[in-house]
């Protein structure tokens, strides 16, 4: 007897036609997977490196161009000093062992966020991998280090009032689209698609203005655990979204 053939896993319908512009995600987790084993939350973070590098691969694979992730936030400072400091130690580590193999994949790193308050090697180190990365084009991914929505939004406001100032801008030349190329994403596509983990329902100040739209997925696994899979299923389920941007729903007329 022949039995029926079983129907793909979700993350195996995804149409490569029809990728979301920019994914964006908020990877969380990391503690809580370090202390249901009884590690120290900077082993977690540790392998939340991991997680990103599987990443930004499974990313490149499925054909995406633009990935964002929320690695430091603004308020992540309220943590304890020597957690901070792991935080800072891996995105040097990400940078020192990772910008030459980036750069021959043809891929463009920004680094989202302020850059006050970062130490000297750190904003080296950023300043490095955006110089060296700027001709690439394969492939967009974007840090979120040190950033906050609100923050990014008052600094874009304060550099359009000192252009209004400088008589660079007109106030009223102030539009939705002028505003954006303030902002830390400058000239890159909105998310689409913002990804969390961990099974926080929350943006905790991520993307604010560019996630207006976006479909959020949020999923249960904790990011150290992420992977190719996780991001195809996410992809597939914001395939099966409808969007409608205020509109209506295709076919009512
Ligand atoms: C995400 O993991 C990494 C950062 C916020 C820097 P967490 O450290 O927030 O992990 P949980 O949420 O405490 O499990
Ligand atoms: C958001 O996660 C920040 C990053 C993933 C870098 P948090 O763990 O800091 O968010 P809250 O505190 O749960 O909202
Ligand atoms: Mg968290």
Redesign the pocket.
């Given at each position: 007897m022949i039995s029926a053939p079983t129907p793909p896993a979700e993350g195996d319908q995804i149409d490569t036609t029809d990728l979301p512009a920019h994914v964006a995600i908020i990877?969380?987790?990391?503690?809580?997977?370090a202390?249901a084993r009884g590690l120290p939350?900077e082993v977690?973070?540790e392998r939340?490196v991991e997680a990103l590098r599987k990443t930004v691969r499974a990313a490149q694979d499925l054909g995406l161009s633009h990935l964002t992730v929320f690695?430091?936030?603004t308020e992540?400072w309220r943590r304890p000093v020597k957690e901070v400091n792991a935080?800072f130690g891996l995105l040097r580590l990400y940078v020192k062992q990772d910008l030459k193999r980036l750069i021959s994949e043809g891929v463009r790193i920004r680094v989202l966020g302020t850059r006050v308050g970062l130490p000297t090697d750190i904003l080296a180190l950023v300043e490095e991998a955006e110089v060296k990365t700027a001709a690439n084009d394969t492939f967009n991914l974007c840090i979120a280090f040190n950033y906050g929505g609100r923050e990014e939004i008052v600094r874009a406001a304060q550099t359009i009032a000192a252009d209004v100032a400088a008589g660079k801008l007109e106030a009223g030349a102030i539009s939705e689209d002028c505003f954006s190329t303030y902002l830390d994403t400058g000239n890159l596509p909105d998310p689409d698609l913002l990804i969390r983990t961990?099974g926080?329902l929350r943006l905790s100040n991520f993307l604010i203005w560019q996630a207006a739209y976006a479909e959020l997925v949020f999923q249960d696994v904790?990011?150290p655990d992420f992977g190719a899979k996780h991001l195809r299923e996410a992809v597939a389920q914001f395939q099966n979204r409808e969007r409608r941007f205020g509109g209506l729903a295709t076919g009512v007329a």
């Open positions: 990877m969380d987790g990391n503690g809580r997977w202390k939350r977690g973070h939340g690695s430091f936030s992540n935080l961990s926080e904790l990011w």
